[in-house]
């Protein structure tokens, strides 16, 4: 029987670990749109802090990696549209 004692607990690991999904899946959507030679997008996310960690990539260095490899894919096309329900950017 497999047993264990969480000691520590924190909010911050679940939220990190959300928009680490976030960040997985944009990226995910975004490779496709690329292999589909779709060359105008538009984004419209669930959160906003997947946008702003991909806007503010130096204000989030635990996803360094990861934004850098959306951003790459950002410059591979010709317009990306980012809209929060109500607007878009």
Not at 16 to 30: D, F, H, Q, S, V
Not at 34 to 39: H, M, P, S, T
Not at 50 to 69: C, G, Y
Request: aromatic fraction near 10%.
């Amino acid at each position: 029987m497999l047993s264990f004692t969480v000691e520590l607990h924190s909010s911050y690991e679940i939220t990190m670990a959300i928009l680490t999904a976030e960040l997985r899946c944009l990226e995910w959507a975004l490779r496709s749109m690329k292999d589909l030679a779709y060359q105008e997008i538009v984004v419209e996310p669930d959160f906003h802090e997947p946008i702003e960690a991909v806007m503010q990539s130096s204000e989030w260095p635990r996803f360094r990696v990861l934004l850098q490899r959306i951003n790459a894919l950002c410059a591979s096309f010709a317009s990306i549209f980012i809209c929060d329900g109500v607007c878009c950017l």
